[in-house]
Structures are given as structure tokens and as C-alpha cells.
């Protein structure tokens, strides 16, 4: 009658010195991927996202000459033209300093595209048609190749840098780079904001697991000594 109980404590105990790991893996891995699937399948079901219409025509209403420079730069920094000599020359770069680290890469930013191209033919979400884009894309319109793509690169660095001084800025400037990239999709009228959000989060996602797999950044363990305190309690 007493184990039930003594269960419960030793789990309580257990998640109390285990917090912060669990909720780096919540963040980083569960609540994305659980967030572009929900997007996902309201855009496999059909379903319409009511406030996309009303929230892409009012970023529209701001658009200026200026602006569309600023985007534009954004959509050929995310095209494949722009991204893949990034990619080559990062890739080329981490070989030279550690192979896992370009092999990590390699894996982050190919895999994003394949999957990317998988994942448009599989939702067939024909591109908003609320306007004319100025720059006008010929497939599929989920998820944002340009938001996977931004959103890879970023969480690659970011867990690249994870552990040295570098970690907030590439923090910072990586949030920033996929917000703009996001932002800039929808503005051009290529994307819906579901599209960009989707693509952005599966990435983290993606990137987040590969980087515990390959052993990139590995979400730090508890103490030994408290593990053992642990082992003995049982």
C-alpha cells in the first residue's frame, strides 16, 4: 500500500533534479514539433485560418517602395541561390575546424530542403492570392521553404554556440534573421502566416533533435553524486 506513494516521491524527486533538462527538451523539441503539427493538419484537413486574410492585408496596406527593397534582399538571402553558397562555405569552414560539427550542418541544412520539397508536394497548399507578389513563386506554398531554410541555419548556429560567450548574440541576431525572413514572405504576399510559422518551427524541431543525436550541444545531465542518492533511496 506504501509503494504508490514512495513512487510518486521518487518521480517528484526525479523531475525536481531533472527540471531543466526537460524543459530545454519541452522547448526545444516537443512544443515546436507539436506546434507545426497542429498547423499542419488544419492545412491537410482544408480547414481556413480566418485571421490570415485580415492580417496579410493589413501588412500589405504598409507596403513602400522601401520595404520592398528590404524583403526582397530577405527572399533572395533565403532562396537557393543565396543559401547555398552560405551553407557550402559554413560547411566548408566547420570541416576544416571539427567534421561533426560540418557534418551537422550538412545534415541540418540538406535534410530542411529535402524535407521541405516531401512536405510541399505532400500538402499541395496552392499560394495566397490576395494581391499580385512582385516576386512571384511557382510551387507550393506549405511550409515556407524560406522560413525552414532561416529557421535551420539559425538553431544550427545557435547550438553551435551554445556553449561559449557567443550564445545570446546568436541568440539574438538568429531570432531576428528567421523573424525577419517570416515577416518578409508574408509581406511579398508568397506565403501565409501559417506557412512561415509552421516551416520555422519544424525547423527548431529538426535541428534541436539532430544536435542531441550527433551529440552537437547535449542537453547537460544531472550529478552523479545526486543520480547515486537516487539509486540508493530505490
Do not use: C
Not at 40 to 47: D, L, M, N, S, T
Not at 129 to 146: C, I, Q, R
Not at 208 to 220: A, D, M, N, T, V
Amino acid at each position: 500500500m506504501t509503494s504508490t506513494p514512495l513512487s510518486l516521491h521518487h518521480f517528484a524527486d526525479y523531475v525536481r533534479r531533472r527540471w531543466r533538462p526537460l524543459l530545454i527538451l519541452f522547448f526545444g523539441l516537443l512544443l515546436p514539433f507539436l506546434g507545426f503539427v497542429k498547423i499542419a493538419q488544419e492545412v491537410f484537413e482544408k480547414e481556413p485560418f480566418a485571421f490570415e486574410e485580415p492580417l496579410m492585408l493589413a501588412i500589405h496596406a504598409h507596403s513602400s517602395p522601401f520595404l520592398n527593397h528590404v524583403t526582397a534582399a530577405f527572399s533572395l538571402l533565403g532562396s537557393a541561390k543565396g543559401m547555398a553558397p552560405i551553407a557550402l562555405m559554413l560547411i566548408a569552414v566547420l570541416y576544416r575546424l571539427k567534421r561533426s560539427r560540418a557534418y551537422f550542418m550538412a545534415v541540418s541544412l540538406g535534410g530542411v530542403a529535402l524535407i521541405n520539397l516531401l512536405l510541399k508536394n505532400l500538402f499541395d497548399r496552392p499560394r495566397p492570392s490576395f494581391w499580385t507578389p512582385f516576386l512571384p513563386e511557382p510551387d507550393f506554398s506549405f511550409p515556407s521553404g524560406h522560413a525552414m531554410f532561416a529557421s535551420a541555419l539559425a538553431t544550427s548556429v545557435i547550438a553551435l554556440l551554445w556553449a561559449t560567450r557567443w550564445r545570446v548574440p546568436a541568440l539574438v541576431i538568429g531570432t531576428l534573421y528567421v523573424l525577419g525572413m517570416m515577416l518578409s514572405r508574408v509581406y511579398i504576399g508568397v506565403h501565409y502566416p501559417t506557412d512561415v510559422t509552421a516551416g520555422a518551427l519544424f525547423s527548431v524541431a529538426w535541428v534541436f533533435g539532430l544536435s542531441q543525436i550527433l551529440h552537437i550541444h547535449r542537453i547537460p545531465p544531472t550529478s552523479k553524486v545526486s543520480d547515486r542518492a537516487a539509486h540508493k533511496a530505490l
